[in-house]
């Protein structure tokens, strides 16, 4: 009972993390208000948990807060390179083309920790290659599709080095505390732009920022980590590869977005492969 519990937590939250993508659509903000709500509301939600939890926030070794600023930077771009490629073009694409960061992980994780790269990857990489091949009608940067797949690479490739920056890290700290310092960082890195942008922001827009920063955030990160209790890492891993997956159904059903077949084509090819590649590394 308690792993079948565990398991609709995890795809509730990682039904959370497709719905993510949606609001790009329904915001008409630029993506750097975008994500300062998002950053901003969640590292609200975490901080009144931690005081109502009584949690401990304080960082050992002090000098790890330097590490939790570089990734609060890192998140800020990774979030705003995200929405944009869906602002640009469609959730499908965005989703599609991000999704390709575990295989940029597999790639860049040897160089950081100097491991060999495996043959393997090398094929998985070229096949990845190969669905966003499918994906692009045309390399013309006029082309709003073609842009949106270079934003969303780009999305995916900082979340790589979000990931593997995050691999020591959460041998000593929390998901919840490292989430938490990302989102504040995160928070007042995009703070500026409040000020050179000027948005005008009406009462729908905070009510969808809210809704983003806490449910599509601080609570879909507490519901994945209070699944892991009596889920395998490689259950878990393999569940948040269908994150596009149900972003793009949700896409369908609410925006009424249909994927072009090129997309759907491209994009079993790239979910085939990240597939693997998060199954493989699930079981190294």
């Not at 969640?42 to 790890?64: E, G, Y």
């Not at 979340?159 to 007042?188: E, G, H, V």
């Not at 596009?244 to 896409?251: E, F, R």
């Amino acid at each position: 009972m308690a792993k079948k519990q565990s398991l609709i937590e995890i795809h509730a939250a990682v039904v959370l993390f497709g719905l993510a993508g949606l609001f790009g659509k329904w915001l008409v903000l630029s993506p750097f208000i975008i994500v300062l709500g998002r950053v901003f509301y969640a590292s609200a939600a975490l901080f009144l948990f931690f005081l109502l939890t009584k949690t401990n926030m304080r960082i050992f070794p002090a000098r790890n807060y330097a590490v939790f600023i570089l990734l609060g930077f890192i998140l800020a771009v990774h979030w705003v390179a995200f929405f944009h490629s869906i602002q640009i073009s469609t959730v499908a694409i965005g989703l599609l083309s991000y999704s390709s960061f575990p295989v940029f992980t597999a790639f860049l994780e040897p160089l950081f920790f100097k491991e060999r790269i495996k043959i393997s990857m090398i094929v998985c990489a070229l096949l990845c290659l190969a669905g966003v091949f499918l994906i692009i009608p045309q390399f013309d940067l006029d082309n709003s599709t073609y842009r949106g797949v270079l934003w969303g690479l780009f999305a995916g490739f900082t979340f790589s080095i979000l990931t593997i920056l995050n691999r020591k890290l959460s041998l000593r700290y929390s998901s919840l505390l490292i989430a938490f310092y990302q989102d504040f960082w995160a928070t007042l890195f995009l703070l500026p732009f409040f000020f050179i942008l000027r948005p005008q922001i009406s009462s729908r827009d905070i009510l969808l920022l809210l809704a983003l920063g806490i449910f599509c955030t601080a609570l879909s990160h507490s519901l994945f980590i209070k699944g892991m209790r009596h889920i395998n890492a490689q259950t878990a891993a393999i569940i948040s590869s269908l994150e596009p997956v149900y972003g793009i159904i949700l896409a369908l059903l609410i925006l009424k977005e249909i994927p072009a077949v090129r997309t759907v084509l491209g994009g079993m090819v790239i979910l085939g492969t990240t597939f693997a590649v998060t199954w493989r590394g699930a079981k190294a």
